[in-house]
């Protein structure tokens, strides 16, 4: 069975710190999903991963996977307080893609 | 593109009465997914289904949870007799399909919060 793991699952960050948040799965996958979930609201897209080696960037963050390490990461560069959030990472899993998600990391950036 | 549309967003049912939820995928998708969430968790995978199909199920209780996906019209979570341990935020996602070597990222819609009392 598919497992995934966040770590840390909580995260208090100054503003213009840099950070990175780990995401551990068990078993091969070729999709590395994350997402970012503002309190009450949707799970909005992040970066979507699908070989080994992908680096993808947007504004602050970027990410990264190794499928042979079972391992993405997600760096914060420069925090600022619109980050704050719930991030999870999900693994695409079998032919049908249901994603497990991590337990997510709960991101609060500081004035 | 209106996105996946989920309502009804928040629902009150009494213990024992039933909770029925719907989604409306992206327009021309045609697969879709419910999770759900309970508070400060992640997201659990309930069920997969394409239009008149169930493909995947193996997240779902065995008892009073039912998914359907009709040919016409929304995708339906239906839970019967609800216990207040079914308190929680449930979320569709739609996809454009698993085929080719598409990312095929999955589209969420806003939730649907169901509270027992």
């Known amino acids: 069975e598919l497992k995934v793991e966040q770590n840390p699952l909580f995260l208090s960050m100054q503003e213009g710190k840099n950070y990175t948040i780990y995401c551990n799965y068990s078993t091969t996958s070729d999709r590395l999903y994350w997402y970012r979930q503002d309190p009450g609201k949707s799970l909005e897209s992040l970066f979507v991963?699908?070989?080994?080696?992908a680096v993808k960037q947007e504004g602050r963050l970027m990410a990264s996977l190794d499928t042979k390490a079972r391992l993405s990461t997600l760096h914060i560069t420069a925090a600022v307080h619109d980050l704050s959030a719930t991030y999870f990472c999900?693994?695409?899993?079998?032919?049908?893609?249901?994603?497990?998600f991590g337990t997510g990391t709960l991101l609060a950036v500081q004035p | 593109n209106a996105g996946v549309m989920q309502n009804p967003r928040h629902l009150v049912r009494r213990r024992g009465q039933e909770a029925r939820l719907r989604c409306s995928p992206v327009?021309?998708?045609?697969?879709v997914y419910w999770y759900r969430q309970l508070p400060e968790e992640g997201l659990k995978f309930m069920v997969y289904l394409q239009k008149e199909n169930i493909i995947d199920e193996s997240g779902m209780p065995k008892e009073r949870f039912s998914a359907e996906f009709p040919k016409e019209g929304p995708s339906i979570l239906r839970i019967q007799q609800v216990v207040r341990g079914d308190s929680a935020a449930y979320f569709c996602?739609?996809?454009?399909?698993?085929?080719?070597?598409?990312?095929?990222?999955?589209?969420f819609g806003a939730g649907s919060r169901l509270t027992v009392l």
């Open positions: 991963l699908l070989s080994n080696g």
């Open positions: 327009k021309g998708h045609s697969h």
């Open positions: 999900a693994v695409g899993s079998g032919a049908t893609n249901k994603l497990i």
């Open positions: 996602a739609s996809s454009p399909g698993t085929g080719g070597s598409g990312a095929n990222v999955l589209t």
